[in-house]
């Protein structure tokens, strides 16, 4: 792999990877990629676990507004069923 870098990256670059204490600027940057494709693998599967926690309990929302629609529909009925039966 190889990429250009201006003189002012470079030196960026170079001063950071001589406070990390490493041995050279191919090191450095050969660990940083690989450190951001390990922290993006990681993202990924952050969001994909939180999308399936949000999904779960949407489905267990919806399962409860379902069950408080029955009860609702089934007062409403009964109160209906009473009053026609008083007239």
């Known amino acids: ?4 870098l201006s003189e ?3 030196e960026t670059v170079r001063s ?4 990390a204490e490493v041995g050279s600027v191919s090191e450095f940057t ?3 990629v690989l450190q951001a494709a390990r922290r993006q ?3 990924v599967h952050f969001w994909v676990t939180d999308l399936a926690a949000l999904s ?3 489905q267990e ?3 409860k507004l379902e069950d408080m629609r029955k009860t609702v529909r089934r007062l409403l009925g009964g109160t ?3 009053a026609s039966r008083g007239a």
Do not use: I, K, N, V
């Open 16 to 19: 950071a990877c001589e406070r």
């Open 56 to 58: 779960q309990g949407l």
């Open 61 to 63: 929302l919806d399962e």
């Open 30 to 32: 050969r660990l940083a």
């Open 80 to 82: 209906a069923t009473d």
């Open 41 to 43: 693998h990681s993202d």
């Open 8 to 10: 002012e990256q470079y």
């Open 1 to 4: 792999m190889s990429f250009r």
